[in-house]
């Protein structure tokens, strides 16, 4: 039984906390984090409170942290509004409410009758009319917009929406479907002609963007590293992480990294690590770290600039810090420090 899974009508707060998580993210990683976040933030006046920095911590380890940023602006806009709106269509007014979020919410918590259709409702479709037709395109939702409706008018319950999720997720799986368990199997065209398989087509893939980014891993004597938080671009802003920059076409890594290290303050010997890959949306990352180590027990830094234990970093953060970590971190450049300088 999912958490959030509770009698119909369920609290709004937490049907949208479920959703976002739930975007892009296994369920198995869904549920625990579901769980601290909503003792952590147990209403939605307590998120609206707190500084977007807790939410992002919050949200560590779930990855696509802009779903977290919109989900505390959604909740401060509710404070301003006096409330939730009740249909689909004014919850989507709300910041990061897609079609779907909103009539999930709508649904779930209000009894709307605008089906929400996610990837399971539109295979599951798909296949029951042997559609042609590419996952997650517009034509393909519109179909499973009116297929679900009819599955409402016979069936007038938010159930119904949950339990063609449900089917889709458990028996009309991508690769292999259960047809012989499938309720609606006497009914599937896919099936009748022997190729569930190939309904609906593949999803239209975004062309993939290679990046080279360098970074720098400074290392403390008591085995904190220096972060900084991301203030700028289009990527990671609002995590901590150890300085970084994209590597432009014929600079070299190293003299890029030594720039970083200066600019953080710690002009001290370099040595490469092992590379590392890290993905963000549709760009596949390869990022050349460099190591050193700040021998003497470094001043706090300037705002904006944290040492921080990188197994326990108290600050919101990325996956890309363990990778780092698990790259950088043993042995040590220069041998054992000396007891004074841990």
């Not at 509770?6 to 990683?29: C, G, H, N």
């Not at 042997?130 to 069936?155: I, Y």
């Not at 050349?288 to 470094?298: I, K, L, S, T």
Request: charged fraction near 20%.
């Amino acid at each position: 039984m999912l958490p959030w899974r509770t009698p119909f009508p369920r609290d709004p707060y937490k049907v949208l906390v479920s959703e976002v998580m739930a975007q892009q993210t296994q369920i198995d990683r869904v549920v625990p984090a579901f769980e601290r976040f909503v003792a952590r933030f147990p209403s939605v006046d307590a998120l609206a409170a707190a500084p977007a920095e807790e939410v992002l911590h919050a949200f560590s380890g779930l990855g696509y942290y802009r779903r977290a940023r919109l989900l505390h602006e959604a909740v401060r806009n509710l404070g301003e509004r006096g409330g939730w709106p009740t249909t689909a269509r004014a919850l989507a007014e709300l910041p990061g409410f897609g079609a779907y979020t909103a009539a999930a919410v709508a649904a779930f918590a209000f009894d709307g009758a605008e089906p929400p259709v996610d990837g399971n409702v539109a295979r599951v479709v798909a296949r029951l009319e042997a559609l042609p037709l590419a996952l997650g395109s517009g034509q393909l939702r519109r179909k499973a917009r009116a297929a679900a409706r009819a599955f409402h008018l016979e069936a007038p319950t938010p159930e119904i929406w949950e339990a063609l999720m449900e089917l889709g997720a458990v028996v009309c799986a991508p690769a292999s479907p259960r047809c012989g368990v499938c309720p609606l199997a006497p009914g599937c065209a896919a099936r009748a002609a022997g190729t569930p398989s190939a309904f609906p087509l593949p999803r239209r893939q975004r062309a993939r963007e290679e990046q080279l980014w360098t970074a720098v891993w400074l290392r403390r004597g008591d085995g904190n590293v220096l972060l900084r938080r991301v203030d700028g671009g289009p990527l990671l802003v609002g995590l901590w992480l150890p300085p970084f920059a994209a590597i432009a076409s014929g600079a070299v890594p190293a003299l890029v990294a030594a720039e970083l290290a200066r600019q953080a303050g710690h002009e001290v010997p370099l040595a490469p690590a092992a590379p590392v890959g890290h993905g963000i949306t549709h760009r596949d990352i390869r990022v050349y770290p460099f190591v050193g180590e700040v021998r003497a027990h470094a001043a706090e830094p300037a705002d904006g600039w944290s040492w921080q234990d990188p197994a326990a970093p108290a600050v919101p953060t990325s996956s890309l810090l363990g990778k780092l970590a698990a790259a950088c971190s043993p042995p040590t450049l220069f041998g054992p420090l000396p007891e004074s300088e841990r």
